[in-house]
């Protein structure tokens, strides 16, 4: 495997239509933009669920005029570690509250997990791959849907996903209780008392 460019998915795309390649991105072709717009709509979905390369905890502050507190314009998902603080447009919202000014509910700052969208050509080799199959995928199914293609194409898509996702274990040594929701749950654990042996 390599690097790839958004010409070659584009390239990829087109070649399931019987289609020849490009020698660069012309939007004047009838299937290129089509193409370019499934890449975008795959590299979003493909992300979401977070990986090493895109998952960061981060330190939001709220606005000192507004108290809202503003989400990264890349981020895809925020995890606040409580349920009382959720991601609502491009803001953090307080739904016991029902309003967006967090100064009620925060003190200074609050520390999120958050899921970034990285843009294709920054993607990691493995992350590429992924993305363009499933581009391939999906581009197949809305222009020509042949059974035998689309299978070739899901399987492809299907064992750079299965390598993505072990990648993944490795870089990341997932553990669960590192999330924000469990290390709240695991700060209001207090420790049992032992009682003090009774000597006879």
Same mark, same amino acid.
């Given at each position: 495997?390599?690097?790839?460019?958004?010409?070659?998915?584009?390239?990829?795309?087109?070649?399931?239509?019987?289609?020849?390649?490009?020698?660069? @991105?012309?939007? =004047?072709?009838?299937? !290129?933009? *089509?193409?370019? %717009?499934?890449?975008?709509?795959?590299?979003?979905?493909?992300?979401?669920p977070g990986y090493w390369f895109n998952s960061e905890l981060s330190t939001l502050k709220p606005d000192p005029n507004?108290?809202?507190?503003? @989400?990264?314009? =890349?981020?895809?998902? !925020?995890? *606040?570690?409580? %349920?009382?603080?959720?991601?609502?447009?491009?803001?953090?919202?307080?739904?016991?509250?029902?309003?967006?000014?967090?100064?009620?509910?925060?003190?200074?700052?609050?520390?999120?997990?958050?899921?970034?969208?990285?843009?294709?050509?920054?993607?990691?080799?493995?992350?590429?791959?992924?993305?363009?199959?499933?581009?391939?995928?999906?581009?197949?199914?809305?222009?020509?849907?042949?059974?035998?293609?689309?299978?070739?194409?899901?399987?492809?898509?299907?064992?750079?996903?299965?390598?993505?996702?072990?990648?993944?274990?490795?870089?990341?040594?997932?553990?669960?209780?590192?999330?924000?929701?469990?290390?709240?749950?695991?700060?209001?654990?207090?420790?049992?008392?032992?009682?003090?042996?009774?000597?006879?």
């Open positions: 495997m390599a690097i790839i460019t958004k010409l070659e998915v584009v390239n990829a795309c087109l070649d399931t239509m019987g289609e020849s390649p490009l020698n660069a @991105i012309d939007e =004047d072709h009838p299937y !290129v933009a *089509a193409a370019l %717009n499934k890449l975008a709509s795959c590299n979003t979905l493909e992300q979401a507004t108290g809202y507190i503003y @989400i990264p314009a =890349d981020a895809i998902n !925020v995890d *606040a570690g409580d %349920n009382r603080i959720i991601a609502r447009g491009r803001r953090l919202y307080d739904r016991y509250n029902g309003t967006y000014d967090m100064r009620t509910l925060v003190s200074g700052s609050v520390q999120v997990f958050l899921v970034r969208e990285v843009p294709f050509e920054d993607l990691p080799m493995l992350a590429q791959h992924v993305i363009s199959a499933r581009t391939q995928l999906d581009f197949q199914e809305s222009f020509d849907g042949d059974s035998q293609k689309y299978n070739k194409l899901g399987g492809a898509y299907q064992r750079a996903y299965v390598t993505l996702k072990a990648e993944n274990i490795r870089n990341q040594r997932t553990n669960m209780f590192n999330t924000p929701s469990i290390q709240q749950k695991l700060r209001l654990i207090q420790p049992m008392s032992r009682f003090a042996r009774r000597r006879w």
